[in-house]
């Protein structure tokens, strides 16, 4: 059975939207991890526009299940990861006009620096993964730079507007985790799953983890986080 990654970056989005210092992603992380969360994930944005240093530092001490750091490859973040020490760092492109992430680290682009970033944090004992549109060319990139795991970025899928462009979306995304699974790379998934489409994934079970935030922050807010999390986990069970 696929894990549940749990993103709690919304969290400190609403926090952030008054400077408050309410409600507290460190909170929602003890909520979902006792919901039965596999990990938690946040996403240390250059801007912090949400997550903030001083939630990244808590996190570390409290979290029981495992941390997983999304962050952009430059120096900056590559220090303080190797100082807070994640268990899983997820690297991801970052713009800073982007609402959210947009899509996968172009690994054919940028392989050498990448290649070097990975280098660095797996001798610091942090597991690697990258967030990867589901393209069979960046699945083989980065498995040529040694990265632990792939992330596939569902996002395409999620979002596509006719059945035809969700389809298609999805093809790929089954193509990209049976390459994955065949190189021997540990499979992610996320970005925009929802509670609907999660279902989608029934029957693919080289999927290790799915990293979902937005939806179960937003079904939080209205029920509770322990039972939003508790709802996503029974739909992942049943895939
Ligand atoms: N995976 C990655 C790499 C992301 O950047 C995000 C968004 O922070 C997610 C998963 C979670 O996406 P969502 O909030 O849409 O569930």
């Known amino acids: 059975m696929a894990g549940l990654a749990v993103n709690v970056d919304h969290v400190a989005t609403l926090r952030e939207a008054r400077k408050s210092n309410y409600p507290d992603p460190v909170a929602a992380a003890i909520l979902a991890e006792l919901a039965g969360a596999?990990?938690?994930?946040?996403?240390?944005?250059?801007?912090?526009?949400?997550?903030?240093?001083?939630?990244?530092?808590?996190?570390?001490?409290?979290?029981?299940?495992?941390?997983?750091?999304?962050?952009?490859?430059n120096n900056e973040m590559v220090g303080i990861a190797l100082d807070v020490q994640p268990d899983v760092v997820t690297l991801v492109p970052e713009k800073r006009e982007?609402?959210?992430?947009?899509?996968?680290?172009?690994?054919?682009?940028?392989?050498?620096?990448?290649?070097?970033?990975?280098?660095?944090?797996?001798?610091?004992?942090?597991?690697v993964s990258i967030f990867i549109d589901p393209d069979p060319d960046q699945i083989k990139v980065a498995h040529q730079i040694n990265a632990t795991m792939v992330e596939i970025h569902t996002g395409i899928f999620c979002?596509?507007?006719t059945t035809k462009k969700r389809e298609r979306a999805f093809s790929d995304i089954v193509d990209a985790v049976k390459i994955a699974h065949k190189l021997r790379l540990g499979i992610n998934a996320g970005h925009g799953l929802c509670y609907n489409t999660i279902k989608i994934f029934k029957g693919l079970h080289e999927i290790d983890e799915f990293s979902i935030g937005h939806s179960i922050v937003s079904r939080?807010?209205?029920?509770?986080?322990?039972?939003?999390?508790?709802?996503?986990?029974?739909?992942?069970?049943?895939l």
Request: glycine share 6%; aromatic share 2%.
């Open 38 to 73: 596999d990990g938690i994930v946040v996403h240390l944005r250059e801007d912090r526009r949400h997550i903030q240093d001083r939630d990244l530092r808590i996190l570390r001490k409290i979290v029981q299940t495992k941390l997983i750091l999304e962050m952009a490859s």
């Open 98 to 127: 982007e609402l959210t992430t947009e899509g996968g680290l172009d690994l054919i682009s940028y392989k050498d620096a990448i290649a070097e970033t990975v280098g660095t944090l797996q001798d610091s004992g942090i597991s």
């Open 159 to 161: 979002d596509a507007q």
């Open 220 to 238: 939080a807010v209205l029920v509770g986080m322990e039972k939003a999390v508790k709802e996503m986990l029974i739909l992942i069970k049943n």
